[in-house]
Nanobody, 124 residues
Framework: QVQLVESGGGLVQTGDSLRLSCAASGGTFSNYAMGWFRQAPGYEREFVGAISWKNDNTYYADSVKGRFTISRDNVKNTVYLQMNSLKPEDTAVYYC?????????????????WGQGTQVTVSS
């Protein structure tokens, strides 16, 4: 059983940056591909980006490509989401997720484990 805990959310202004972290425990972190999703009020949860188990393959939603970067540290059992040039439409609760599938996956149903989420609010 893998436990995931996100941190780093907050209130920022348009154009600012934030780095989210997701700390994993209870499993062999390097065996899992990791994903980031977000959910805004009144909207379904959507894919943001994902990274392979070996840290050599990433995939992003078009809406964040070029602004967000996913990385992972398999020694610290942590995955990161660096968010630059933030926009009000990035406001959402951000979730990290883990899958034994090992390769970046877009569909939320692929992921077996989820964190509790961290709120990101971007003011205009």
């Amino acid at each position: 059983q893998v436990q995931l805990v996100e941190s780093g959310g907050g209130l920022v202004q348009t154009g600012d940056s934030l780095r989210l972290s997701c700390a994993a425990s209870g499993g062999t972190f390097s065996n899992y591909a990791m994903g980031w999703f977000r959910q805004a009020p009144g909207y379904e949860r959507e894919f943001v980006g994902a990274i392979s188990w070996k840290n050599d393959n990433t995939y992003y939603a078009d809406s964040v490509k070029g602004r967000f970067t996913i990385s992972r540290d398999n020694v610290k059992n942590t995955v990161y989401l660096q968010m630059n040039s933030l926009k009000p439409e990035d406001t959402a609760v951000y979730y990290c997720a883990a899958t034994l599938g090992r390769y970046p996956a877009v569909r939320s149903s692929t992921y077996e484990y989820w964190g509790q989420g961290t709120q990101v609010t971007v003011s205009s």
